[in-house]
């Protein structure tokens, strides 16, 4: 089972420069996420979805934007890249309770 | 305001030398707390899901307890292989669409 998948694993930008970070479950699961992760910060969330063409702020959402076309498919956009957007994004998923299966993670480094 | 807080931020232990790991937390009421391992380079991996204060789950060398305001995770004669960062969530009754993580502890066992 390829479960949380996510494309691409590494990225360099510029300043200023855009991208998009898919993600894919295949598990059928309704809610999805969108973390990324610092160095001595917890997991933090920036937009979710309980639901395909739904999408939802987290904690932290400025700079980002997402879409839901499809079910198995989760969408996190950068429009315009910051250098403090340099981490580790994970994206998750899970079905309406339980625990949240994540992906290996794309690091992301902006210049 | 929900917040997780873990400890020690380190911990380092000779093989067999068996220890606890602590998340302190506060929430507007629980519905769920999880604990995760991830390894370097990994995305947070499922160990345990406690939902009520007095509940035990074991796994193999590992046992998460849970009380009204922490949890522990007990590491029983840990074996290298058990080296990783253990992260702790809560899901909140309100907002139960969030899991709002600690930092992690880093465990290292040694040989």
């Known amino acids: 089972n390829a479960g949380v998948t996510q494309t691409p694993k590494f990225r360099v930008l510029k300043t200023g420069q855009s991208m998009t970070l898919l993600c894919a479950q295949d598990?059928?699961?309704?809610?999805m996420y969108w973390y990324r992760q610092d160095p001595g910060m917890g997991l933090r969330l920036i937009h979710y979805?309980?639901?395909?063409?739904?999408?939802a702020k987290g904690e932290v959402p400025d700079g980002y934007n997402v879409s839901r076309l499809k079910k198995q498919n989760f969408l996190l956009g950068l429009e315009s890249a910051a250098p403090s957007q340099t981490s580790v994004y994970f994206c998750?998923?899970?079905?309406?309770?339980?625990?949240?299966?994540f992906g290996e993670g794309s690091r992301l480094t902006v210049l | 305001e929900d917040q997780v807080t873990q400890s020690p931020e380190a911990l380092r232990l000779q093989e067999g030398e068996s220890s606890s790991l602590n998340c302190s937390y506060t929430v507007s009421g629980l519905r769920g707390l999880f604990w995760y391992r991830q390894d370097p380079g990994k995305g947070p991996e499922f160990l345990f899901t406690l939902y009520s204060a007095g509940e035990e789950k074991e796994k193999e060398r590992l046992k998460a307890t849970l009380t009204k305001k922490e949890s522990f995770l007990h590491i029983t004669a840990p074996k290298p292989e058990d080296s990783a960062t253990y992260l702790c969530?809560?899901?909140?009754?309100?907002?139960?669409?969030?899991?709002?993580f600690g930092t992690g502890t880093r465990l290292t066992v040694i040989p």
């Open positions: 969530a809560v899901q909140a009754a309100t907002g139960a669409n969030n899991l709002f």
């Open positions: 998750a998923s899970r079905i309406y309770t339980g625990e949240l299966f």
């Open positions: 979805s309980v639901g395909e063409g739904t999408t």
């Open positions: 598990m059928n699961h309704e809610y």
